[in-house]
């Protein structure tokens, strides 16, 4: 309500205040002479506006003289300060957005080995958020006037524009970005912006929103290094506490975890649980030949058996059955999940397969 009322826009509802204020007393001055409050406001009007139809009734009193001397030299004045108002209003207004675009433009020239969020909904304002928090340095990305003044005043960096458009991308800064995130909930449109960003900046890192499972083959398809599918995390998660409530306040209930799993990402690490299913290549291999099997890609920080307690430091010799759950720490990116979900691996003997 502040910024409705600042100026010039302050000034300009003053001044309309003002005009409503002298028309009022004329037209109850008019009346005051006998007129009806049409031929009053009607006079009044033609006053003020200086249109000079002539009057409605002969003005030939010393009253009404004085009543329409004083609505002329008021009225006329609020009527020129009214238009002085507005063509300021609108003045500064496009000065703003001027400058507001070229500060924009300047920033984003300073910058190099940036991320770029394409879109700030849900996803997009709070990885905003952590970016912020992490001092890392980020333009945003979006074309919606709303989502744009919620950026603008979270004091980020933000860039008006269709971020599937090519040109939009490079006012961002992709020459020079090392990240671009594009977390828009339309799957075809990150499809189309990682098509883009790949063939604008071969080197850049791509992390792409999916909501379908479908999409994460064209999206690496169309070169984008990691995908996120919010919806396939929150299910897992979930999974995760109703089949392993304890492991799963373990990993993430506490903030000493939180912080744990911080470092370990400061190192190029990160903690990840997963299960192993019925007739995969998993069941039935102990730790060491899980742990050799990844080919030193991560290690089993904790074993938690389907049926019994969790063990910290399992053992070596520790053989896994279907249903357990792993707690695993590994390198960044690797892909923990693949020898879960790889098939059990068959050999035949003669004419039977083991």
């Given at each position: 309500m502040y910024r409705l009322l600042s100026s010039p826009l302050r000034n300009l509802m003053s001044i309309i205040a003002f005009v409503l204020v002298v028309v009022a007393l004329s037209t109850a001055a008019y009346m005051g002479a006998g007129w009806s409050f049409s031929d009053a406001i009607y006079m009044v009007v033609l006053t003020v506006y200086t249109v000079g139809y002539g009057e409605v009734?002969?003005?030939?009193?010393?009253?009404?003289?004085?009543?329409?001397?004083?609505?002329?030299?008021?009225?006329?004045?609020?009527?020129?300060?009214?238009?002085?108002?507005?063509?300021?209003?609108?003045?500064?207004?496009?000065?703003?957005?001027?400058?507001?675009?070229?500060?924009?433009?300047?920033?984003?020239?300073?910058?190099?080995?940036?991320?770029?969020?394409?879109?700030?909904?849900?996803?997009?304002?709070?990885?905003?958020?952590?970016?912020?928090?992490?001092?890392?340095?980020?333009?945003?990305?979006?074309?919606?006037?709303?989502?744009?003044?919620?950026?603008?005043?979270?004091?980020?960096?933000?860039?008006?524009?269709?971020?599937?458009?090519?040109?939009?991308?490079?006012?961002?800064?992709?020459?020079?970005?090392?990240?671009?995130?594009?977390?828009?909930?339309?799957?075809?449109?990150?499809?189309f912006i990682t098509l883009s960003a790949r063939s604008l900046n071969p080197r850049l890192q791509i992390i792409a929103r999916g909501e379908a499972p479908s999409t994460e083959t064209k999206l690496r398809q169309a070169g984008a290094d990691k995908v996120v599918l919010p919806t396939h995390i929150g299910a897992e998660r979930i999974a995760e506490m109703i089949l392993f409530p304890e492991t799963a306040r373990f990993l993430r209930g506490s903030e000493r975890m939180r912080d744990f799993e911080k470092i370990l990402g400061d190192l190029g690490m990160e903690l990840e649980m997963v299960t192993a299913q019925a007739n995969t290549a998993v069941v039935g291999l102990t730790v060491a030949e899980l742990e050799e099997r990844g080919r030193g890609a991560f290690f089993v920080a904790q074993y938690n058996p389907k049926d019994g307690e969790v063990v910290t430091r399992p053992a070596r010799d520790q053989r896994i059955a279907a249903g357990d759950g792993l707690v695993l720490v590994g390198r960044s990116g690797a892909a923990f999940g693949s020898l879960f979900s790889a098939p059990a691996e068959r050999v035949r003997a003669g004419r039977t397969l083991f």
């Open positions: 009734h002969p003005i030939n009193t010393p009253y009404l003289h004085a009543v329409t001397m004083a609505t002329m030299v008021l009225g006329c004045t609020g009527m020129i300060l009214v238009t002085g108002a507005l063509v300021q209003a609108f003045t500064l207004s496009e000065i703003r957005q001027l400058l507001g675009a070229s500060r924009v433009k300047t920033e984003i020239e300073k910058l190099s080995g940036h991320v770029i969020i394409c879109g700030y909904g849900r996803i997009g304002e709070m990885l905003a958020r952590t970016l912020r928090a992490g001092g890392s340095h980020f333009v945003i990305v979006e074309r919606d006037e709303h989502k744009l003044a919620e950026a603008r005043d979270a004091g980020c960096l933000v860039l008006q524009g269709d971020a599937t458009s090519e040109e939009a991308l490079e006012a961002a800064g992709i020459e020079r970005a090392a990240t671009l995130a594009t977390v828009l909930p339309n799957d075809a449109a990150n499809v």
